[in-house]
């Protein structure tokens, strides 16, 4: 039958995802393509990366060589994985969702696996419990959390925005610094031009 992912994962910087996993209980993968994801030691370089999407390089910091910013949600790069008119967001997105988002609303993990928010206005946001990819081998993090890239920097390290059910609540830590080898989840965020 037909096999569905929890999302795609992203290593910081890079333009081609990893499949997420099969299901939450699962740490197969999907093939991309006809061939499984590799791991190999990192660092590497960009056209290296490019050349090889399907090659997950490891790291305790970065799989990058280079310091250079490759994604920025100001202007869009080549390297930005989002749809046209779409860019990965800034911190700020998350931070101001944070506000949104407290524990004084309703939160809970619903049955289908995934965190959901009610905000102030009643309208619910629903985040997939995907996981993510350890920078450092490649192999699956816990389930239980979704972990979204920003493109902001923090002394170099990404920023990501952490969600996580603890005390019976839903938490979100909206900049959380992380290795660029991570595999983790990007949302979209839509370029609205103010004319």
Request: with cysteine; hydrophobic share 30%; aromatic share 12%.
């Amino acid at each position: 039958g037909d096999v569905c992912v929890l999302g795609l994962k992203y290593q910081w910087g890079r333009k081609d995802p990893f499949p997420g996993q099969t299901t939450q209980g699962s740490r197969n993968l999907i093939k991309v393509t006809g061939i499984a994801k590799t791991v190999k030691a990192g660092p590497a370089d960009i056209p290296q990366t490019i050349s090889n999407p399907t090659v997950f390089y490891t790291g305790d910091d970065n799989w990058n060589k280079s310091t250079e910013q490759l994604w920025n949600s100001s202007e869009k790069t080549i390297y930005d994985p989002c749809p046209p008119g779409y860019v990965v967001p800034p911190k700020e997105v998350f931070s101001e969702s944070a506000d949104i988002f407290s524990q004084g609303y309703a939160t809970s993990v619903s049955r289908s696996g995934s965190f959901v928010f009610t905000s102030k206005g009643n309208g619910h946001y629903c985040y997939p419990l995907s996981g993510f990819c350890k920078g450092n081998d490649g192999g699956r993090g816990t389930v239980a959390t979704v972990y979204t890239w920003t493109t902001d920097l923090k002394e170099s390290t990404p920023l990501l925005c952490y969600m996580y059910y603890a005390s019976k609540a839903t938490h979100i830590d909206p900049a959380l610094p992380m290795p660029a080898s991570t595999g983790a989840s990007i949302r979209c965020m839509k370029i609205i031009k103010n004319n």
